[in-house]
């Protein structure tokens, strides 16, 4: 039984990789590629590639190609499960993109203006907002699963390695800024780096809201010398749980309790005044929390 769930588990995760290389890769034909978006990465690499090559080198087999080398390079440091994913989702998110390129590259004008390519203005700004959205979606359910398609987040790794000064984060940028501005010359167009950058934002705020969780909850520490009055009527009047930390102020030297509580964003406001009711002088830390597992917090905390 537990081999049975294990495999089934796998296969899900799969499926859900191969499902999420698929929307992308129909962002990337339908609303990027055509319109010569080219939002940082691979993909954006491969964009720029193909038209400088007149269409010679297809995008997926471009991405694929840069791509092998740098799995190579860095096996060793990534571990074997993710390896496997992600090189499944690279070959898939490839394959995809260069088996569907010629049958939806016009798609774009036609599902959204309800025309002939031939008879519509492209709204390029709408394209690059909505590739963006759409490969967001895409990528942030790969990574839900513990993949990725490859890329510049592999490259980012390997250059960290080299240059220690430099965290991954900074290093993604600097790629993704080469790439866009490699799209500025070859496009002779500093209009499409602009959408390109619009359209890599959405896709990098996507992914944070699918990985990480699109709704905030709000965690407080409260500092209070009536920290039971305050803990009991939170407990009654929010239904919310309570955590009594044990502290000690250093420039006092005085033991203090810290209450710990997460909350609803829609419970914030209430919180703050059944605080400040109590005790005027109380000292809290408001902080949002981007994901809350437990009980109490299924399904319910986010309102």
Same mark, same amino acid.
């Given at each position: 039984?537990?081999?049975?769930?294990?495999?089934?588990?796998?296969?899900?995760?799969?499926?859900?990789?191969?499902?999420?290389?698929?929307?992308?890769?129909?962002?990337?034909?339908?609303?990027?590629?055509?319109?010569?978006?080219?939002?940082?990465?691979?993909?954006?690499?491969?964009?720029?590639?193909?038209?400088?090559?007149?269409?010679?080198?297809?995008?997926? @087999?471009? !991405?694929? =190609? *840069?791509? $092998?080398?740098?799995?190579?390079?860095?096996?060793?440091?990534?571990?074997?499960?993710? /390896? %496997?994913?992600?090189?499944?989702?690279?070959?898939?998110?490839?394959?995809?993109?260069?088996?569907?390129?010629?049958?939806?590259?016009?798609?774009?004008?036609?599902?959204?203006?309800?025309?002939?390519?031939?008879?519509?203005?492209?709204?390029?700004?709408?394209?690059?907002?909505?590739?963006?959205?759409?490969?967001?979606?895409?990528?942030?359910?790969?990574?839900?699963?513990?993949?990725?398609?490859?890329?510049?987040?592999?490259?980012?790794?390997?250059?960290?390695?080299?240059?220690?000064?430099?965290?991954?984060?900074?290093?993604?940028?600097?790629?993704?800024?080469? @790439?866009? !501005?490699? =799209? *500025?010359? $070859?496009?002779?167009?500093?209009?499409?780096?602009?959408?390109?950058?619009?359209?890599? /934002? %959405?896709?990098?705020?996507?992914?944070?809201?699918?990985?990480?969780?699109?709704?905030?909850?709000?965690?407080?520490?409260?500092?209070?010398?009536?920290?039971?009055?305050?803990?009991?009527?939170?407990?009654?009047?929010?239904?919310?749980?309570?955590?009594?930390?044990?502290?000690?102020?250093?420039?006092?030297?005085?033991?203090?309790?810290?209450?710990?509580?997460?909350?609803?964003?829609?419970?914030?406001?209430?919180?703050?005044?059944?605080?400040?009711?109590?005790?005027?002088?109380?000292?809290?830390?408001?902080?949002?929390?981007?994901?809350?597992?437990?009980?109490?917090?299924?399904?319910?905390?986010?309102?």
């Amino acid at each position: 039984m537990l081999n049975m769930g294990k495999i089934l588990s796998t296969l899900r995760s799969y499926l859900l990789i191969t499902f999420g290389a698929g929307i992308t890769a129909l962002a990337i034909n339908i609303f990027l590629v055509p319109y010569k978006i080219a939002p940082g990465g691979l993909s954006g690499l491969a964009t720029v590639l193909y038209y400088l090559t007149n269409g010679k080198l297809s995008i997926g @087999i471009t !991405m694929l =190609a *840069i791509n $092998v080398p740098l799995f190579l390079m860095g096996y060793k440091f990534i571990g074997r499960k993710f /390896f %496997i994913r992600t090189l499944y989702g690279t070959v898939i998110l490839s394959v995809i993109i260069d088996v569907t390129e010629k049958y939806i590259g016009n798609m774009a004008q036609i599902l959204l203006l309800g025309g002939t390519p031939s008879s519509m203005t492209p709204d390029i700004l709408l394209y690059s907002i909505i590739g963006g959205f759409i490969s967001g979606i895409g990528l942030g359910i790969v990574l839900k699963m513990d993949a990725t398609t490859g890329g510049t987040e592999l490259a980012a790794k390997l250059l960290n390695k080299m240059f220690h000064s430099l965290t991954i984060g900074q290093m993604l940028l600097a790629i993704d800024a080469i @790439i866009i !501005m490699f =799209a *500025i010359i $070859v496009f002779n167009s500093i209009l499409i780096g602009l959408y390109s950058l619009v359209s890599l /934002f %959405i896709t990098i705020k996507v992914i944070d809201a699918i990985v990480e969780g699109v709704n905030y909850a709000r965690a407080f520490f409260i500092i209070s010398e009536k920290q039971e009055e305050i803990s009991r009527r939170l407990l009654v009047e929010l239904d919310r749980g309570v955590t009594e930390l044990k502290g000690r102020g250093v420039y006092s030297g005085k033991d203090k309790n810290i209450l710990l509580c997460v909350a609803a964003r829609s419970q914030v406001q209430q919180l703050k005044e059944i605080v400040y009711e109590i005790d005027k002088n109380a000292f809290m830390i408001l902080t949002d929390v981007r994901e809350v597992l437990g009980e109490g917090f299924t399904g319910t905390i986010y309102k």
